[in-house]
């Protein structure tokens, strides 16, 4: 008795009913065809793609995701195909997953657990499945799960007893740091447990502010992870079972930390600018670490070919920052524009000293440098069809160190959720493999360049302690006290909390970014603006 | 045998447990010195205000809130006090309530039905609560429950089998058109079936997008209102009963259709810019209706002195358009600035030929005029603290009839939820109290000025065809086909449809607005950026 069974950890585009349904034919074909495959799996919701939100509001879009089961069903005789799909039934919408085979809808099932926490908001649309699915392939009893389904003891242990012998289970769980290794362990234990393999399909691809990094895996019944598929990339794979024992094949190396953070940024940003249809991106480059980490990210996701860069210097730029913004443009191929911006400045601060009572000056003349910078920006993205990408980082998007329409204009920002110190390691792992970022960039303190001789430390704490207490407070729900507890210096603490207090405001007006924390901003964090909470 | 319950129905600052438990223990006094009440009824999760959001998700926020209760019970003795707030126990987070008598907790009642559509996301937060929670006040069985428990026929229908001869419901209901008859009618539907009188206490102020408009009710055993507090004010009422029988008492008139909506924007704005502190608004006044309708709509909310207004002609401005911005802040009697933008936006055109290929122009050029106003705009807000209030509506918002960090840039969008053709019937509206706008404005046609003649139904179906379809699309979830169907023209339907579809990107950068329809922009419509759905 034996069983083959393909992984497809494919990359959908959410809502794109008829590219995915195609995808979904030709991987099942190809796992027919070229594997000899008896059953392919898709990850969740693979007929909609993961999330489609609200569009799972609307009728037309879930009968033509029910349109698309048949196609795909006649599509592919000869092999047993696991598809998920928003599931409209007289009880209301499920979450679900049909194993088609003969041209039919042979088992459903209904996800049972949905996650409503964090950037997840299953119980929006859908209501909870109560029952297991087992389907017999080749004489071996699979129960079908879906993602949420296995965090949940209860119900793994409910399709043993229901004589299961083998599970398998069709994923969408975006990527943030580490996430691979608790995802993993959580299986692992359940599998060894209860003595159960289980078959582990995940999603590939970036969707706004989500990457879902593949990285599919299958586990014995010992808890050993015996198949695992890269990350970040699409693959289809084979695992060939001795009875229901899945039999030891290629486990992909795991990336480190580091350099899964760095691929998670690179397939964010290389999937917004293809699925949304770009030329390419466009970026403002000032010689600071954030737009040169920023540009090294666009052009290992898109090639040179793709990105463009524009230095914008002010009479508050030092020498400095135009070489290394040059010699970073060099290093990496790519066209620069060189727009100087003291004569809108000029035109600016003239017309508004007629309007302002003490002229424009201190912060407001700041901001006028800022959005001068944005207007060009925009300008160039408006008539070349390319993105602007936004360089601010998670720091800064806490603190609100960035100008609204300013430095913040942008169609998507894609190390928002980096802080600061993570801004630099990701800069020194990117140089480790080819030197594409001057190393004076990396030591000279970091500026906003617009007062003269500014420094981020004028008005911040050391990011040495500012990015810890960000973390504590923003992405653990510390309390103030607990952050003092430990051992951090209360004024730095009420510093920082009280910045991001009031700095929602302008994180509501802020381009997506790419989720690589255990919280980033956005979908994941939902703050009131108005509000007299004070973290302090 | 008698009972006198107050209902107070009072603005609550989210997140600001001190400034809500003042409030709350000055409304109890009150209730009970001056009205001499047995039983003092607040708004849902009253200690913190609602809806907190993530604040939920903060320990710290959660042991603050349970200290206000003892602080409460303590301060109010001698009438019996009933507050919401959320509840920590072994189980998980409550939405509870709390009936507070002799200085401690009597009863508690944990919200059985919770909301996770719309502006809800309350499962986010809680588990649900299963039980009953009587509490005898004067002799008289009380049941309590929460909001969309009311809304689910067989959760009171499990009160009266357990022995209630009244219910009382803590609500935070927020306001859309017509939402108080549906409200109303829902309530009176229930008290009428199970002969059960119904006292339902809602918050009331605005909260971001959202307005709370109050008009708490009294419902007897009949099915009759028999008691309504004002819309859109704060009020404590006092309610007699005969028995359980609410004697019949003053019911406020109802606003008609189009006054409730101007006077839901009116709060809206109002509370935004107090609850956050700001000296006053600032907006740009085109002679266009849109911000002729937010002028009038912030003087009404902040009074004339808190509110300036910025004209900022350029070569495209009609004389008409000054005559008639200049007569609205007469009329008004707000101060105004006059800031032509001509030599701003050559500054720009001139630096930015010598980069763009073939020069600014076309869509290029309109943006570079709006944004160089958003620039001004922003200056002027910052110097001066003042909140710049956007002027866009909803028809713009869906079609990406706007400029990014243009004419979209402001901390606040009051009528973003206005479609254009409302826009005109609130104007209208105005004038019928006093005469605030020119009837020119009233008559003209549409137009951005930002190209010589330009006329918005150039690019846009003319509105009397676009916001029904609009609607339709967006707040109904209709196919093109369904719309089509309905008797609009494919060509107008598909464009319409394409352009809401393109531009989310745009809305989700723009500024939080106050709902007032069935479905707004914001928390209310959450869909991707990224997607392959297409409308048509």
Request: glycine share 8%.
């Amino acid at each position: 008795m034996s069983l083959k069974i393909a992984i497809a950890q494919v990359n959908f585009i959410v809502g794109d009913i008829g590219f995915n349904t195609n995808k979904i034919i030709e991987s099942a074909c190809y796992a027919r065809d070229q594997l000899a495959a008896d059953l392919v799996v898709f990850s969740e919701l693979s007929i909609t793609g993961y999330p489609p939100e609200d569009l799972l509001l609307r009728p037309d879009f879930i009968a033509r995701a029910k349109l698309a089961v048949d196609e795909i069903a006649l599509a592919t005789l000869g092999i047993d195909v696991l598809v998920g799909l928003p599931e409209l039934a007289d009880e209301g919408l499920f979450n679900s997953a049909f194993l088609l085979r003969n041209g039919g809808v042979l088992v459903r099932y209904r996800k049972n657990a949905l996650p409503n926490y964090g950037v997840f908001d299953e119980k929006r649309y859908f209501i909870e499945g109560d029952g297991c699915s087992l389907v017999s392939v080749n004489g071996i009893n699979i129960a079908i799960t879906i993602c949420e389904d296995v965090w949940q003891a209860g119900i793994l242990a409910k399709n043993k007893a229901a004589g299961a012998q083998l599970v398998v289970t069709l994923n969408a769980s975006p990527f943030h740091a580490a996430k691979i290794h608790q995802r993993e362990a959580v299986v692992v234990a359940q599998a060894k447990a209860l003595q159960l393999p289980l078959v582990y399909v995940n999603q590939v691809g970036g969707q706004d502010e989500l990457v879902f990094d593949g990285a599919s895996f299958v586990v014995d019944a010992a808890g050993e992870v015996v198949f695992r598929a890269e990350e970040f990339k699409e693959q289809i794979s084979l695992i060939d079972f001795d009875g229901y024992h899945p039999v030891k094949g290629q486990c992909a190396p795991l990336y480190s930390p580091i350099a899964s953070e760095y691929q998670a940024l690179v397939l964010g940003i290389r999937d917004y600018v293809l699925k949304n249809g770009f030329q390419g991106v466009i970026l403002g480059l000032s010689g600071g670490i954030d737009s040169a980490l920023v540009l090294a990210l666009a052009v290992d996701a898109l090639g040179a070919s793709k990105v463009d860069v524009v230095l914008m210097p002010s009479r508050y730029t030092q020498s400095m920052s135009n070489e290394d913004a040059l010699e970073e443009a060099k290093l990496l191929g790519v066209k620069h524009h060189i727009v100087p911006i003291e004569s809108v400045v000029v035109a600016f601060n003239t017309l508004l000293a007629e309007v302002l009572d003490d002229g424009v000056g201190g912060v407001t003349e700041e901001n006028i440098q800022a959005r001068c910078r944005g207007v060009i920006l925009m300008a160039m993205s408006n008539k070349q069809g390319k993105l602007l990408l936004t360089t601010g980082n998670k720091s800064e998007m806490s603190v609100g160190y960035a100008t609204l329409y300013g430095d913040m204009a942008g169609g998507f920002a894609p190390i928002k959720d980096v802080p600061k110190l993570l801004v630099y390691q990701l800069a020194r792992y990117r140089n480790s493999l080819t030197a594409v970022i001057p190393d004076r960039v990396l030591t000279r303190p970091p500026s906003a360049e617009l007062a003269p001789d500014q420094r981020d430390d004028d008005s911040l704490p050391p990011y040495d302690i500012l990015d810890p207490i960000l973390e504590r407070y923003v992405e653990q729900d510390q309390s103030a006290a607990e952050i003092i507890a430990a051992g951090y210096a209360p004024e730095y603490v009420y510093r920082a909390i009280q910045l991001v207090d009031r700095t929602e405001y302008k994180r509501r007006q802020s381009p997506p970014g790419i989720k690589i924390s255990p919280r980033a901003y956005g979908r994941d964090r939902r703050y009131p603006i108005t509000t007299g909470y004070k973290g302090v």
